[in-house]
Nanobody, 126 residues
Framework: QVQLVESGGGLVQAGGSLKLSCAAS????????MGWFRQAPGKERDFVAA????????YVTDSVKGRFAIFRDNAKNTVYLQMNSLKPEDTAVYYC???????????????????WGQGTRVTVSS
C-alpha cells in the first residue's frame, strides 16, 4: 500500500502561481511512477501531468504545457506540481496518483494508477 497526501492548494488570482506537493508513505516511493489529475465541478477527473519513477521522463497535458511542471524528490518521497500563470479554468480538485512500476515510463490514463490521494482544492479567481 502507498498512502498519498496532497497539500499546497488554495485560492489564487489569475496569473498567479501555486506549488502542489504530494507526500508518499508506505511502499518504496522510487518504485512508483507518479501522476497528477484534476477534477472540476461536474466534470470527469482528467490527466494533468506524469513522471517516471526516476524523474527522467515527464509529460504534461496540452492545456497546461508551458505553465505547469511536474518533478519529484525521491529522497523526500514527494512529487510536486508547479503551476504558473494560473487561469480560472484551472480551478479543480487536484489529485496525486501512484503506480508501482519498474520501467522508465510515465502514465497518463486514470485506470493505470493503483493509489490515489484525497485531493487538494485549487481555486483561481478572475
Amino acid at each position: 500500500q502507498v498512502q498519498l497526501v496532497e497539500s499546497g492548494g488554495g485560492l489564487v488570482q489569475a496569473g498567479g502561481s501555486l506549488k502542489l506537493s504530494c507526500a508518499a508513505s508506505g511502499r518504496t516511493f522510487k518504485n512508483h511512477a507518479m501522476g497528477w489529475f484534476r477534477q472540476a465541478p461536474g466534470k470527469e477527473r482528467d490527466f494533468v501531468a506524469a513522471i517516471s519513477r526516476s524523474g527522467g521522463s515527464t509529460y504534461v497535458t496540452d492545456s497546461v504545457k508551458g505553465r505547469f511542471a511536474i518533478f519529484r524528490d525521491n529522497a523526500k518521497n514527494t512529487v510536486y506540481l508547479q503551476m504558473n500563470s494560473l487561469k480560472p479554468e484551472d480551478t479543480a480538485v487536484y489529485y496525486c496518483a501512484a503506480k508501482e512500476d519498474y520501467t522508465s515510463r510515465y502514465y497518463s490514463l486514470r485506470n493505470e494508477y493503483n493509489y490515489w490521494g484525497q485531493g487538494t482544492r485549487v481555486t483561481v479567481s478572475s
